[in-house]
């Protein structure tokens, strides 16, 4: 036997016992005769206690960092009590010792705070992994995973795999691609989701599916993106769109609950994405408080009216006008102002400037743009803001979606800085009534906003049917009826950040093939990427709908961490490489051979 206990176990009641661990060597500590030694396990860690009897055999065995060893001793109060640990108050009066294994010296130190800079740590991931704070995320990643499971479970759900060597599956991204040996010159795709197998899984009637899968997407990384990552992906048959998210906020509240211990109690807000636009300029809002923009000219028309007269340049030209108030903080400095004013000039924000107003709390107000405004119109645009003294309002003036955006971004950086964004606050979201379709300007053609599946609201259905889909100036589609179709799709929103996305499903095939149609598709083209779901379609496929979470992100908001990669434990890097396998890499000219690959490189 190996050990009698773990290191994260041992306390004052069981003084006295004799007792063996095993685990990696944290530290050695020399003192005269006696060496403590920190030995750290998944569970925790120990001190042990090395006396002069055993001081000869130490000069022979040296300990050193991240070795393996196995201890046997006497379970000893401590005098110098750690209160922080569990294993505080004793340490082990060693009798016994075998190193299990030796280590190199690790090229960073296996601490939380570690002096390994990313890449090393990514390269040496097997270390990193034996850090405390990074098991932990590991542990909160297998607490959800259990959680979600359970009420799945309970709910109904069956757990079914589907394959990842598959046919495309559009989800708005690229396919990474898997070449087939034995079918020459063809290849498969990794799923980008189990999109089109749930869906089969209804037609098939098994009415509540779940799995925790992989997807696959070969986009351009960000930071919080990963090629391969997670979803707990649902579906169910003979439900409406309210049945999804009574269903599912259910399931976000049993994480809270079982991973955080939050009563979530409340019913979940809802917003739809006209409103989340217009009031955030965004359709992830966080609504932990609220800032909402103030539209005062969109798309040149004048919402507050002594815009239109202005002869402020800026304003005057502008498509788009926005304002946040910003509460207590009329008093901030010029310098403070000039500084915002560089944050909403960079290239991530794009604008050109940016205006204020304040609301002195002596009852003043003042401007950037006092020139071409007197107090009465301050005033009135104060109060078209709902401002309230001691605000500052901070206008952005540009092209409609830019300037949309550059607020939206804008109002979360205020909220951070005036610490409204509290990381243990949670508010949950849904965001309703996505538009159907998006306009791709470089194609010239719709794509669906959600996925092809998804169904138009039923009001919507005529306008789709008897449209035709092109257009023939392409910078005109929001004068197209398409522009206006709405989709039965859904958003869950954290904090801020979509955790989850679904949709009520299209389950008749002469709607669906409308909808290949609307987005470019030949019939033939069509019955080619879909001919089994379209087949699928014909022998009883029953109304359903679902939902996918992202199960990473969701770990990282749950950890208080803005980066997925923190919580798998073997992710790849910005550029998609896993840089400790050092993938991807070349393959043997005999594998391509058997592959009937030939490589042209481009430079
Ligand atoms: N397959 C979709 C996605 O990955 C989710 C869904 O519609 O259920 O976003």
Not at 124 to 142: A, G, P, S
Not at 327 to 343: G, H, V
Not at 398 to 403: D, K, L, V
Not at 580 to 586: E, I, V, Y
């Amino acid at each position: 036997m190996y050990r009698t206990h773990t290191c994260g176990e041992l306390t004052i009641n069981n003084k006295d016992q004799i007792v063996t661990l095993a685990g990696w060597v944290q530290t050695v500590r020399k003192f005269g005769a006696i060496t403590f030694v920190d030995l750290r396990d998944r569970y925790g860690i120990t001190q042990l206690l090395f006396g002069e009897n055993l001081n000869k055999q130490l000069d022979e065995q040296p300990l050193g960092r991240e070795f393996v060893l196995q201890a046997t001793g006497v379970v000893n109060e401590r005098s110098n009590k750690n209160k922080n640990i569990l294993t505080g108050e004793i340490e082990i009066n060693v009798t016994e010792f075998k190193i299990l294994n030796k280590s190199a010296v690790p090229p960073f130190t296996i601490q939380n705070n570690t002096d390994g800079g990313d890449d090393l740590r990514m390269k040496y991931r097997y270390l990193d992994l034996r850090r405390n704070i990074i098991k932990q995320n590991l542990q909160l990643r297998y607490a959800v995973n259990r959680s979600a499971r359970n009420y799945l479970h309970e709910q109904g759900f069956m757990d079914i795999e589907t394959p990842f060597l598959i046919k495309s599956t559009p989800e708005g991204a690229r396919d990474f691609v898997v070449p087939s040996r034995m079918n020459a010159g063809e290849f498969y795709a990794l799923p980008q989701s189990p999109q089109t197998f749930k869906q089969l899984l209804m037609v098939s009637g098994y009415d509540r599916y779940y799995q925790i899968v992989k997807c696959f997407r070969d986009e351009d990384l960000r930071a919080d993106r990963q090629p391969e990552f997670t979803q707990i992906d649902c579906e169910m048959a003979f439900v409406e769109q309210e049945d999804i998210l009574q269903m599912f906020e259910g399931l976000i509240k049993r994480i809270f609950k079982d991973v955080k211990g939050i009563d979530y109690s409340e019913s979940v807000e809802r917003m739809s994405w006209e409103d989340a636009m217009w009031n955030y300029g965004n359709d992830k809002p966080d609504i932990r408080f609220e800032m909402k923009i103030s539209n005062l000219k969109v798309q040149n028309q004048n919402y507050f009216e002594p815009f239109a007269e202005t002869e402020f340049g800026v304003f005057k030209n502008a498509e788009t006008i926005v304002a946040i108030c910003v509460p207590n903080a009329a008093e901030y400095s010029r310098k403070q102002t000039d500084e915002l004013i560089e944050w909403v000039k960079r290239p991530q924000i794009g604008m050109a400037g940016l205006a204020f107003v304040k609301l002195n709390n002596d009852g003043t107000i003042k401007s950037s743009f006092d020139k071409f405004f007197n107090e009465g119109q301050l005033k009135e645009l104060a109060s078209f803001c709902n401002a309230k003294t001691n605000d500052l309002i901070l206008i952005l003036a540009g092209r409609e979606e830019r300037t949309r955006k550059a607020m939206s971004e804008l109002r979360l950086e205020m909220a951070k800085r005036l610490g409204l964004r509290k990381d243990d606050e949670y508010k949950l979201l849904w965001v309703l009534d996505f538009p159907l379709f998006e306009y791709d300007e470089e194609f010239n053609r719709w794509v669906a906003r959600h996925h092809p599946f998804t169904s138009p609201k039923p009001q919507d259905i005529e306008t789709m049917i008897n449209n035709n889909p092109v257009i023939e100036v392409a910078e005109k589609y929001l004068d197209h009826p398409y522009s206006k179709i709405k989709a039965n799709a859904y958003d869950i929103v954290l904090n801020g950040n979509e955790i989850g996305g679904g949709s009520v499903r299209i389950y008749q095939r002469e709607l669906q093939e409308k909808m290949f149609a609307a987005l470019g598709m030949s019939k033939e083209e069509a019955q080619h990427k879909f001919g089994f779901l379209l087949g699928a379609f014909e022998y009883g496929a029953p109304p359903h709908g679902g939902i996918a979470f992202g199960f990473d992100r969701l770990c990282a908001i749950l950890g208080g961490s803005e980066s997925i990669r923190d919580f798998i434990a073997f992710p790849k890097n910005n550029s998609g490489r896993d840089v400790m396998l050092d993938a991807p890499s070349t393959i043997d000219e005999k594998q391509l051979e058997e592959l009937n690959i030939n490589i042209t490189k481009r430079n």
